[in-house]
Nanobody, 127 residues
């Protein structure tokens, strides 16, 4: 069975850090780009970041650029999202997804066009 398991969420104070992990199984991980999307109550889903299958290319939304870093370990079938300088507006459920398109932002935003989605992990940034 295909699985994408997101973990690492939690409650953190503004300015703090968290590292999310997305562990994959059941498909050829190296063939897929992996992305993160987030959704907060009352807001549209946002494409946060993604990394190409080889790890050579990355994308970051303007809202997280300079604060978040995405990486992958193909030997462990895992993608990481290091989140620093967290702000209350980063509060959301974060989902990871796998896709084979070259440009993943529309698919991450709409939910259509990604091959696999995992269940989300809640990130709450609050004092």
């Amino acid at each position: 069975d295909v699985q994408l398991q997101a973990s690492g969420g939690g409650l953190v104070q503004p300015g703090g850090s968290l590292r999310l992990s997305c562990a994959a199984s059941g498909f050829t991980f190296d063939d897929y780009a992996i992305g993160w999307a987030r959704q907060a109550p009352g807001r549209e889903r946002e494409a946060v970041s993604y990394i190409s299958s080889s790890g050579a290319s990355t994308y970051y939304a303007d809202s997280v650029k300079g604060r978040f870093t995405i990486s992958r370990d193909n030997a462990k079938n895992t993608v990481y999202l290091e989140m620093n300088s967290l702000k209350p507006e980063d509060t959301a459920v974060y989902f990871c997804a796998a896709g084979r398109r070259i440009w993943l932002v529309p698919a991450l935003r709409t939910g259509n066009g990604m091959d696999y989605w995992g269940k989300g992990t809640q990130v709450t940034v609050s004092s």
